[in-house]
């Protein structure tokens, strides 16, 4: 039975990631496209028009400068061209100090990085000058002298750059996709908290605990992305008139980040108050009911903050908060039936919870605040 077991787990595997690398390459169609043409026409730009001889880093910085990455483009066209520019400075300086060899070129390659770093923290500010500092010294010097390189380099960075303001991506999308999956994700922590007191199982909130965990590094890339989109809309003249509402995505996603810390914290004291028997069996009850209306409304916040439905999104995000608001007036310890201090520092975490998602529901910090029951 194990051996025809396997078989079946390996080709449910493989179609599992078949479905989604078509997902990925249907999804990638266009910015190939673009990437494509760019790399192309900057590689026959350099070529035809400024009469350079095989102008691969025209066509190498444009793809690089482009890319699928989330960083924000402008930074790394700016790192393509600079990095490359010094990259081939440093090069030709040093060659002329050292001469030509390996042990010359392990040399260049060290002090390279070491200026990279010094310089600037990009990945791909390193890459490029280590890179083109290698390349001036193993390669032999082109026809147009050592900086054509360079030029290309800043040809090829000018198309990525063009491409990016006159054909962007709507800046919007990804930024709403983004929030309403991290919301997702932080409901379903707010219902394994729930699980956990309902089964009186600390296991169950430790996992809760490692899920808002795994979020971060996800977090921190659609932050980053986020940036990118405010440079887009900020730099584009189609997408210009959103620069607000992009802006707000980006101070909502702060928010957003907020309460999925906030959500760690309170995971792992919950941990702890199960453990030790910290809550009554009706604050147990009590707190388990408000973690999963809290869940429900969080639900319902992604849905209205992604524009999910149809027409305006005001009125399910009014009643998104509306519902959050109504959880946060009820979070007194009395209230729960909670009187132990360990479970009363469980309701103080929750609270510092609702404040954060009550921000993110657009709500005043000052109103927020004012709606949890003074202790």
Same mark, same amino acid.
């Given at each position: 039975m194990?051996?025809?077991?396997?078989?079946?787990?390996a080709?449910?595997?493989?179609k599992r990631r078949?479905? !989604?690398?078509?997902?990925?390459?249907?999804f990638s169609?266009?910015p190939?496209?673009l990437?494509s043409a760019?790399a =192309?026409?900057?590689?026959y730009f350099s070529?035809?028009v *400024?009469d350079?001889?095989?102008?691969?880093f025209?066509a190498?910085s444009?793809?690089?400068?482009?890319?699928?990455?989330?960083?924000?483009?402008?930074?790394? =066209?700016?790192?393509?061209? =600079?990095?490359?520019t010094?990259?081939?400075?440093?090069?030709?300086?040093?060659l002329?100090?050292?001469?030509?060899?390996?042990w010359?070129?392990?040399?260049?390659l060290f002090?390279?990085?070491? !200026?990279?770093?010094?310089?600037?923290s990009?990945?791909?500010?390193t890459?490029?000058l280590? *890179?083109?500092?290698l390349?001036?010294?193993?390669?032999?010097?082109?026809a147009?002298?050592?900086?054509?390189?360079?030029l290309?380099?800043?040809?090829?960075?000018?198309?990525a750059?063009a491409a990016?303001?006159?054909l962007?991506?709507?800046?919007?999308?990804? %930024?709403k +996709?983004?929030l309403?999956?991290? *919301?997702g994700? $932080?409901?379903?922590?707010l219902?394994?908290?729930?699980?956990?007191?309902?089964?009186?199982?600390?296991?169950?909130?430790?996992?809760?605990?490692?899920r808002?965990?795994?979020q971060?590094p996800?977090?921190?890339a659609?932050?980053?992305? $986020?940036?990118?989109?405010?440079?887009?809309?900020?730099?584009? %003249?189609l997408?210009?008139r959103h620069?607000?509402?992009?802006?707000g995505l980006?101070?909502? #996603?702060?928010?957003?980040d907020y309460?999925?810390?906030?959500?760690?914290?309170?995971?792992?004291?919950l941990?702890?108050?199960?453990?030790n028997a910290?809550?009554?069996?009706?604050?147990t009850m009590?707190l388990?009911?408000?973690?999963?209306e809290?869940?429900?409304?969080?639900?319902?916040l992604?849905?209205?903050?992604a524009?999910?439905?149809?027409?305006?999104?005001?009125?399910p995000l009014?009643?998104?908060r +509306?519902?959050l608001?109504?959880?946060?007036?009820?979070l007194?310890p009395?209230?729960?039936?909670i009187?132990? #201090?360990?479970?009363?520092?469980?309701?103080?975490l929750f609270?510092t919870? #609702?404040?954060?998602? *009550?921000e993110?529901a657009k709500?005043?910090?000052?109103?927020?605040?004012?709606?949890?029951p003074?202790?």
């Open positions: 194990p051996e025809l077991a396997r078989p079946a787990t080709l449910a595997f493989l078949a479905r !989604l690398g078509l997902r990925r390459s249907y169609i266009v190939a496209l990437i760019c =192309v026409g900057a590689y070529e035809l *400024l350079h001889q095989g102008p691969l025209a190498t444009s793809i690089i400068a482009l890319g699928f990455s989330r960083d924000p483009r402008l930074r790394r =066209v700016l790192e393509v061209g =600079v990095g490359c010094l990259g081939i400075a440093v090069g030709d300086l040093l002329k100090w050292l001469g030509t060899g390996i010359q070129a392990a040399l260049v002090l390279s990085v070491l !200026l990279a770093r010094f310089l600037d990009g990945a791909i500010f890459t490029q280590a *890179l083109q500092s390349l001036v010294v193993l390669l032999p010097i082109p147009g002298g050592p900086f054509t390189r360079s290309d380099a800043v040809v090829g960075g000018c198309f750059l990016t303001l006159l962007p991506r709507d800046p919007r999308r990804a %930024p +996709d983004d309403k999956v991290t *919301l994700e $932080l409901s379903i922590v219902r394994e908290c729930a699980a956990a007191l309902s089964y009186n199982d600390s296991t169950t909130a430790w996992h809760a605990l490692v808002a965990r795994s971060q996800r977090i921190d659609m932050r980053a992305g $986020l940036r990118g989109a405010v440079e887009v809309a900020r730099l584009s %003249p997408y210009r620069l607000e509402e992009v802006e980006e101070r909502l #996603m702060e928010r957003v309460a999925m810390r906030s959500s760690r914290v309170l995971a792992r004291r941990t702890s108050a199960i453990n910290a809550l009554s069996d009706a604050g009590h388990a009911e408000v973690l999963s809290c869940a429900a409304s969080v639900d319902e992604g849905a209205a903050l524009g999910a439905r149809s027409g305006s999104t005001e009125v009014s009643r998104a +509306d519902a608001a109504d959880i946060a007036t009820r007194h009395d209230r729960l039936e009187s132990k #201090m360990e479970g009363e520092t469980v309701v103080l609270r919870l #609702m404040v954060d998602l *009550l993110a709500m005043d910090p000052a109103e927020a605040r004012a709606l949890l003074k202790l």
